[in-house]
């Protein structure tokens, strides 16, 4: 069972930018990867994924501003957020599934879920 550890959270002001990094127990590259975000009071969302052939797919939300890569070798995701701004504040979760799998942030299809990572805007 895979483990997924966040880091790279923290609080930056509004325009700027961040990069999360998602460490995983064992080999990716059998994973497609992905990145939620659950704000206060708000259901977790999809922000970005990447399937097993680097293919990405992203929140409409976020598009433009925030890019998703994989490093199969080191065995982890990252997510570029940049232009940010105060309704990006959430936790960020990094998430896996198994091949076969594909572009998809259908919440319910991910099997492993890191604890997740702060990221907090201020204008």
């Known amino acids: 069972q895979v483990q997924l550890t966040e880091s790279g959270g923290g609080s930056v002001q509004t325009g700027g930018s961040l990069r999360l990094a998602c460490a995983a127990s064992?080999?990716?590259?059998?994973?497609?990867l992905a990145w939620f975000r659950q704000a206060p009071g708000k259901e977790r969302e999809g922000v970005a994924v990447v399937d097993t052939g680097n293919n990405t797919g992203f929140a409409d939300s976020v598009k433009g501003r925030f890019s998703i890569s994989r490093d199969n070798g080191g065995n982890a995701l990252f997510l570029q957020m940049n232009s940010l701004r105060p309704e990006d504040t959430a936790v960020y979760y990094c998430?896996?599934?198994?091949?076969?799998?594909?572009?998809?942030?259908?919440?319910?299809?991910?099997?492993?879920w890191g604890q997740g990572t702060q990221v907090t805007l201020s204008s």
């Open positions: 998430a896996a599934r198994r091949w076969p799998c594909g572009v998809t942030l259908r919440m319910d299809l991910y099997n492993f």
């Open positions: 064992e080999d990716t590259s059998v994973f497609c």
